[in-house]
Structure formats: structure tokens, C-alpha cells
T-cell receptor, first 110, second 118 residues
Framework: KNEVEQSPQNLTAQEGEFITINCSYS?????LHWLQQHPGGGIVSLFM???GKKKHGRLIATINIQEKHSSLHITASHPRDSAVYIC????????????FGKGTSLLVTP | GAVVSQHPSRVICKSGTSVKIECRSL??????MFWYRQFPKQSLMLMAT?????????EQGVEKDKFLINHASLTLSTLTVTSAHPEDSSFYIC??????????????FGPGTRLTVL
């Protein structure tokens, strides 16, 4: 089983701050998802990446396959970014199901 | 991105009754759908993998006779919680993977169903 670890577990930031959430995993993967879960529970897929870097608006995700590490960055954070951010690893020997980290709870204050 | 719906979004039932949750891919065909359960303050845990036209594959510890999964078409999978008990109260989420021949396609998540068993 691929262990997926996230840090920090909880994060409070002031509006405008640059935020980094880290994710590490224990075995090789096919791809890694970054997900956002709002208090109502719904999950939105932010990124799926298997190498390099992806950017969407103020969000940037990077992955280093050799180091088995990924980061999610939020630039110019805003209170509406407050949510739980989850990384999830996809590897072929799991039937392509995702193995989830425990999530990082982010609170951005005005 | 693609849209996955779940119905109902919230259900409250009495102990001993059965509850059916539907997961639909609205604008794509999903050969594979996944069912997850999430307890408060916990991460999502995979319950089963559902492939269209075949039996679901259940994770260790998940009772297949209690959590019945049917994936009858490329756009619909159902999870039935039979003889529900209060300990089955949880947030159930499905995801679906678009199909174009690649197993690495992105998964899209439904909005979840909050089940409360009294």
C-alpha cells in the first residue's frame, strides 16, 4: 500500500500570503491528484500530474518523481481558498483507485 | 471538467432499512466508478471499485453483502446500504473515470451523500 503523507495538517494564513502544502508518498506512482474539499463535503479535482509542474490561476502544483514529493502552492491567498486540500496517489497495482492523504485544512483570514 | 452527480445528497433513515445511492456521469462514459466513505475528520477510504458490466471489487473489510454495488451502464453506478445501522452513518462519495483507453485518466468526484442512520 502506498502511504501518502501530507504536511502541514492544519494551516492558517492571512489573505495575500503564499501558501505551500506538501505531499510525499512511499512507492512509485502513475500520477498524483490534488483535490479540494469544501466544508459541504464536495470534492473538486484541482490537478492530476505525473511529472513537472502545472498551473491554473493562482494554483501551482509540482511533482518530483525521484524524490516522491509533490507540492501545491497558492499565490495571493484569499478567504475563499479556505478548504481541505488532499493529495491522492494513483498507482497501477491498486486497480487505478486513489490512495488519499489525510488532508491539509487551510484557513485564510481576511 | 466532467460532471458527476450523486443522489440523494442527504438521507436520514431508520436502523434496519436499506438506502440506495446513485452516482451518474452526466457528460461522459465511465467504465470505472469508485465508491469511497469518509468519516468526520478522516480521509476518504476506498470501499469498492465498480466496473461496468462486471462485479465490483471490494476492499478488505468492506462487506459485499452489506454494501451492494451495481454498475449497470456506462453512466450509472448504485450503492445500496442494506440493513443500515447507526455505524454506517457516514459521507459516501463516488468518483468516475472517463474512458478513452487510458487507465490514467483523471477521476471526477460526485458531491457526496451524507447518510444518517437513526
Amino acid at each position: 500500500k502506498n502511504e501518502v503523507e501530507q504536511s502541514p495538517q492544519n494551516l492558517t494564513a492571512q489573505e495575500g500570503e503564499f501558501i505551500t502544502i506538501n505531499c510525499s508518498y512511499s512507492v512509485g506512482i502513475s500520477a498524483l491528484h490534488w483535490l479540494q474539499q469544501h466544508p459541504g463535503g464536495g470534492i473538486v479535482s484541482l490537478f492530476m500530474l505525473s511529472s513537472g509542474k502545472k498551473k491554473h490561476g493562482r494554483l501551482i502544483a509540482t511533482i518530483n518523481i525521484q524524490e516522491k514529493h509533490s507540492s501545491l502552492h497558492i499565490t495571493a491567498s484569499h478567504p475563499r481558498d479556505s478548504a481541505v486540500y488532499i493529495c491522492a496517489a494513483l498507482h497501477s497495482n491498486s486497480g487505478y483507485a486513489l490512495n488519499f492523504g489525510k488532508g491539509t485544512s487551510l484557513l485564510v483570514t481576511p | 471538467g466532467a460532471v458527476v452527480s450523486q443522489h440523494p445528497s442527504r438521507v436520514i433513515c431508520k436502523s434496519g432499512t436499506s438506502v440506495k445511492i446513485e452516482c451518474r456521469s452526466l457528460d461522459f462514459q465511465a467504465t470505472t466508478m469508485f465508491w469511497y466513505r469518509q468519516f468526520p475528520k478522516q480521509s476518504l477510504m476506498l470501499m469498492a471499485t465498480s466496473n461496468e458490466g462486471s462485479k465490483a471489487t471490494y476492499e478488505q473489510g468492506v462487506e459485499k453483502d452489506k454494501f451492494l454495488i451495481n454498475h449497470a451502464s456506462l453512466t450509472l453506478s448504485t450503492l445500496t446500504v442494506t440493513s443500515a445501522h447507526p455505524e454506517d452513518s457516514s459521507f459516501y462519495i463516488c468518483s468516475a473515470r472517463d474512458y478513452d483507453g487510458s487507465p490514467y485518466n483523471e477521476q471526477f468526484f460526485g458531491p457526496g451523500t451524507r447518510l444518517t442512520v437513526l
